[in-house]
């Protein structure tokens, strides 16, 4: 079956580690195949300096099963859901989930965090083509898949509206909601008559010189006049799909019609943020903060968008303004869960782990899930530690350094690989074996230590559990 079958059976376990051939997923994607490429990488490697030493069976072997075998581990590495469950499937995790006892599926009521990153992967002018990761978290496992193709926008669809708001990131309700088909989106644009990219190019460039929006004209006005709601779900469609100044024009025409729409102005600012981003514009990243402001005076008591933009300003960078706007909802509208949740990652960004421990307790009070107050109550607990024992912290402290010293020095290793490429390759294609033994010598030790911290990094991802430090 392919990939975006939705119902595949057969493979799965079900109850008691028994094979279940009955369940059926109504949603299946596959995982990120980037460490199996990693994986795939290495076993090539050390399959070509097996020919190079004249072992030429064992290294022609190495790569035909290496070749066979893992990308078919890779595709057969799923995260399926079959309505009350998501399962991780495949060999390698089966096996991984067994030797580190961890869980290999996830109730939804057991989802405590879902967070979802965006990537620039590929920039054509004013489009961006964007890559999603949306993680799941609970109960100590985590299950993650990223965007690149329709299965993940399937999962997206049925899973993500199943979970409270409390559970999701900003991003993933935006997922939730608005996500689709990027040539969808784009027929979208033209059924609405939204210029292409090119036409839109020059008139958004003048508009961005002068001090305000120029005019819309009349047919402009007219098409925002008969489908503004509609024109604000083509504008988020667009956003997301990485048409930004399709999107924009489409924002600008809503805003025609509802200048005054606090929710239209800050999903205007943030895809004026996201074309910044993309342009490393200065000066758009600061009219994108200036439409988010807009957005919070004229919110009045909409605690629902308070938060919204409180979290826009935390992905912008702003934390002061965001500490403020979760104060302000809390102090006047009521403390809610994602409000104290907030409170808490500032006063983490500051250091105050004592405000922290606070905040966490009273988002455990506030909790509406089991799920929820586990998850509160477990951060809660992690930061009273730190904040109670001195030899904790300093292991958790040194963790973390010692992550960041990896991140750092893979990127210095893979370079020293690529360093070495070029040297084997003069060196075997004019016969100056010395060149050549040099360069394979800098590639596999880089490649040895590249691996090396890639796997410390993994096992180091994980807070360390109370009890191991004595």
């Given at each position: 079956?392919?990939?975006?079958?939705?119902?595949?059976?057969?493979?799965?376990?079900?109850?008691?580690?028994?094979?279940?051939?009955?369940?059926?997923?109504?949603?299946?994607?596959?995982?990120?195949?980037?460490?199996?490429?990693?994986?795939?990488?290495?076993?090539?490697?050390?399959?070509?300096?097996?020919?190079?030493?004249?072992?030429?069976?064992?290294?022609?072997?190495?790569?035909?099963?290496?070749?066979?075998?893992?990308?078919?581990?890779?595709?057969?590495?799923?995260?399926?859901?079959?309505?009350?469950?998501?399962?991780?499937?495949?060999?390698?995790?089966?096996?991984?989930?067994?030797?580190m006892k961890t869980r290999d599926r996830l109730r939804i009521g057991d989802i405590e965090q879902v967070e979802t990153q965006a990537v620039r992967a590929l920039k054509r002018g004013r489009n961006v083509k964007y890559r999603f990761s949306t993680s799941v978290r609970g109960k100590?496992?985590?299950?993650?898949?990223?965007?690149?193709?329709?299965?993940?926008?399937?999962?997206?669809?049925?899973?993500?509206?199943?979970?409270?708001?409390?559970?999701?990131?900003?991003?993933?309700?935006?997922?939730?909601?608005?996500?689709?088909?990027?040539?969808?989106?784009?027929?979208?644009?033209?059924?609405?008559?939204?210029?292409s990219p090119d036409v839109l190019e020059t008139s958004f460039s003048r508009s961005m010189r002068q001090k305000q929006r120029p005019r819309p004209s009349g047919e402009e006005i007219e098409t925002s006049s008969a489908n503004p709601v509609h024109l604000r779900q083509l504008a988020?469609?667009?956003?997301?799909?990485?048409?930004?100044?399709?999107?924009?024009?489409?924002?600008?025409?809503?805003?025609?019609?509802?200048?005054?729409?606090?929710?239209?102005?800050?999903?205007?600012?943030?895809?004026?943020?996201?074309?910044?981003?993309?342009?490393?514009?200065?000066?758009?990243?600061?009219?994108?903060?200036?439409?988010?402001?807009?957005?919070?005076?004229?919110?009045?008591?909409?605690?629902?968008?308070?938060?919204?933009?409180?979290?826009?300003?935390?992905?912008?960078?702003?934390?002061?303004?965001?500490?403020?706007?979760?104060?302000?909802?809390?102090?006047?509208?009521?403390?809610?869960?994602?409000?104290?949740?907030?409170?808490?990652?500032?006063?983490?960004?500051?250091?105050?782990?004592?405000?922290?421990?606070?905040?966490?307790?009273?988002?455990?009070?506030?909790?509406?899930?089991?799920?929820?107050?586990?998850?509160?109550?477990?951060?809660?607990?992690?930061?009273?530690?730190?904040?109670?024992?001195?030899?904790?912290?300093?292991?958790?402290?040194?963790?973390?350094?010692?992550?960041?010293?990896?991140?750092?020095?893979?990127?210095?290793?893979?370079?020293?690989?690529?360093?070495?490429?070029?040297?084997?390759?003069?060196?075997?294609?004019?016969?100056?074996?010395?060149?050549?033994?040099?360069?394979?010598?800098?590639?596999?030790?880089?490649?040895?230590?590249?691996?090396?911290?890639?796997?410390?990094?993994?096992?180091?991802?994980?807070?360390?559990?109370?009890?191991?430090?004595?």
């Open positions: 079956m392919s990939q975006e079958d939705p119902k595949i059976t057969g493979d799965q376990k079900g109850k008691g580690g028994k094979r279940d051939p009955n369940r059926k997923y109504i949603a299946i994607t596959r995982v990120s195949p980037g460490s199996y490429m990693s994986v795939l990488f290495v076993v090539s490697f050390a399959a070509a300096f097996l020919i190079y030493v004249e072992r030429d069976d064992a290294g022609i072997l190495l790569f035909v099963v290496s070749i066979l075998l893992i990308p078919l581990l890779a595709f057969t590495d799923r995260i399926g859901f079959d309505g009350k469950r998501l399962y991780r499937t495949g060999l390698i995790p089966g096996i991984w989930a067994r030797l100590g496992t985590q299950f993650t898949f990223a965007s690149g193709g329709e299965s993940y926008r399937q999962i997206v669809k049925i899973l993500l509206p199943l979970l409270r708001d409390d559970v999701l990131d900003s991003r993933s309700m935006e997922l939730r909601d608005y996500l689709t088909d990027p040539r969808e989106a784009l027929q979208n644009a033209e059924a609405s008559k939204i210029p988020n469609q667009l956003r997301l799909s990485g048409f930004l100044l399709q999107a924009m024009e489409a924002f600008r025409r809503a805003l025609v019609v509802e200048p005054q729409n606090p929710w239209l102005l800050l999903e205007c600012g943030r895809c004026l943020h996201s074309l910044a981003g993309s342009e490393k514009d200065v000066r758009l990243e600061r009219r994108s903060l200036a439409l988010m402001r807009l957005a919070e005076q004229r919110a009045g008591r909409d605690s629902e968008l308070l938060i919204r933009v409180g979290e826009s300003y935390f992905q912008a960078g702003d934390w002061r303004r965001a500490g403020r706007v979760f104060r302000k909802v809390s102090d006047t509208l009521g403390e809610t869960f994602r409000s104290v949740r907030g409170m808490a990652e500032m006063a983490l960004r500051e250091g105050k782990i004592a405000h922290v421990i606070h905040q966490f307790s009273a988002a455990d009070r506030l909790a509406d899930s089991t799920a929820l107050r586990r998850w509160a109550r477990g951060e809660a607990n992690y930061f009273s530690r730190l904040n109670d024992d001195e030899e904790y912290l300093e292991l958790e402290i040194s963790r973390m350094n010692l992550i960041d010293r990896l991140e750092r020095h893979q990127k210095t290793s893979l370079r020293a690989v690529l360093f070495g490429f070029p040297l084997i390759f003069l060196g075997v294609l004019g016969d100056q074996y010395t060149m050549a033994n040099v360069g394979w010598a800098i590639s596999a030790i880089a490649i040895g230590f590249w691996f090396g911290m890639v796997l410390m990094q993994k096992f180091l991802s994980s807070r360390i559990p109370p009890g191991m430090e004595v």
